[in-house]
């Protein structure tokens, strides 16, 4: 008998309605003030501490959520309202952090809108590459003339919000004419170096805000949905690439017979966060590639030994993949090809939440294995697209 094994995505958790989007995290730095100042309405007077007398570490409670899930002023508000139940530490270090670190500063510049992790990613990928870009070409190439008129509106942006701070032997070129002694090669390595490592330290301080955030806040919100689909699977057999217990939580473990957290999890602190990894070979930006961050963080790659174990023969192949909530982006096709390409595999069944994602989830594979494999596929339905039914009240029974 083959195996299920469901492989889940962010959209997993957004289809029980959770806030997990990254747009769902900007609002909540953007509205920390807000929580803060109700927050501390809890304090004692003469500690400036929360009593913790009520402190219960497993509290899980309700709170007003918008559209599909999404984070707003009022939900907030309501969160602080259960402030026993919240690791003083942890809203220290928020309080600590949040405003005051690099990327998020620059995401709020931008005014960033996007909800998904890939494009949180991508938009990364896209400050390294700038990054890359201005030591090796714009600066050497800018001799006698000034940065403002070199640059991009969106590349000063990038070199004023990600600079602030940045180290020495970092030079700001911004403030006059580029001259021969500001190119010196060697010069320039080291403030690239310095840069970079600034940047390392402002995305395990992002990564961590963002485990305490998912942890505290979302990990506290009751889930009141399922789905009939997912639910009607048993003996699964799950790659996770969430932080989140969501499945546990709304499934039970009794359906599970094990479990990969292929990005980490919030109970081991080892959120991986980070580029693709066909960004580039240059091991100047490797800390910030997820396969670095897998094995740094030794996530592994134990879902490799599912199909392995499954049958002895391709003839006695029965094992179907399940995937709900995963955009099957290119920058994680190491990952699912190993799938997708299995002689081990009988089926695949991608579920789909409308005809936007549809046709995206169409378009990505096509991307990943080209036309004719997918063509192919699907005309022979080992490669199968099922409509999501709406998420049901309740709880599994």
């Not at 960033?112 to 050497?140: M, S, T």
């Not at 506290?220 to 997912?230: D, F, N, P, V, W």
């Not at 199909?307 to 993949?321: F, K």
Request: hydrophobic letters at 35%; proline letters at 3%.
């Amino acid at each position: 008998m083959g195996k299920n094994i469901l492989i889940i995505g962010n959209g997993f958790d957004l289809y029980h309605n959770l806030p997990t989007r990254y747009t769902d995290f900007l609002t909540f730095t953007n509205e920390w003030e807000t929580f803060k100042y109700k927050y501390e309405s809890y304090l004692n007077p003469k500690t400036g501490k929360i009593e913790q007398s009520g402190y219960d570490p497993t509290a899980q409670f309700l709170v007003p959520l918008g559209s599909y899930g999404v984070l707003t002023n009022e939900s907030i508000i309501a969160f602080a309202e259960h402030a026993l139940c919240f690791e003083e530490s942890h809203i220290q270090y928020l309080n600590e952090h949040l405003n005051s670190n690099v990327l998020l500063q620059y995401f709020k510049t931008t005014n960033y809108q996007k909800d998904g992790w890939i494009d949180f990613e991508k938009e990364i990928e896209y400050v390294l590459a700038f990054i890359e870009k201005y030591y090796n070409r714009i600066l050497p190439n800018s001799v006698g003339k000034i940065l403002s008129t070199v640059l991009q509106p969106t590349e000063c942006t990038i070199l004023n919000t990600i600079t602030a701070y940045a180290p020495a032997p970092y030079k700001n070129l911004n403030t006059g004419l580029i001259t021969l002694f500001d190119i010196y090669p060697e010069d320039l390595k080291k403030q690239k170096t310095a840069l970079l490592e600034s940047l390392k330290q402002e995305l395990d301080i992002l990564n961590k805000c963002l485990g305490i955030y998912l942890d505290e806040f979302v990990g506290r919100l009751k889930c009141s949905t399922y789905s009939e689909q997912i639910k009607e699977l048993s003996e699964v057999y799950l790659l996770n690439f969430n932080y989140t217990y969501t499945y546990k939580t709304v499934y039970g473990g009794r359906k599970l017979s094990e479990i990969h957290y292929i990005h980490g999890c919030l109970g081991e602190k080892n959120l991986v966060l980070g580029i693709s990894d066909n960004f580039t070979d240059n091991l100047d930006y490797v800390y910030f590639q997820k396969y670095f961050q897998r094995i740094q963080k030794r996530t592994g790659n134990a879902y490799r030994h599912w199909l392995n174990e499954t049958t002895n023969s391709i003839d006695d192949t029965s094992s179907t993949v399940y995937i709900m909530g995963h955009s099957l982006d290119i920058t994680d096709k190491g990952i699912l090809q190993f799938f997708f390409l299995s002689h081990y595999v009988e089926k695949i069944v991608i579920f789909y939440h409308n005809q936007s994602s549809y046709e995206n989830e169409i378009i990505n594979l096509v991307k990943m294995f080209g036309q004719d494999y997918i063509i192919e596929q699907t005309a022979f339905e080992r490669i199968k697209f099922k409509k999501l039914g709406p998420a049901v009240e309740g709880c599994v029974r």
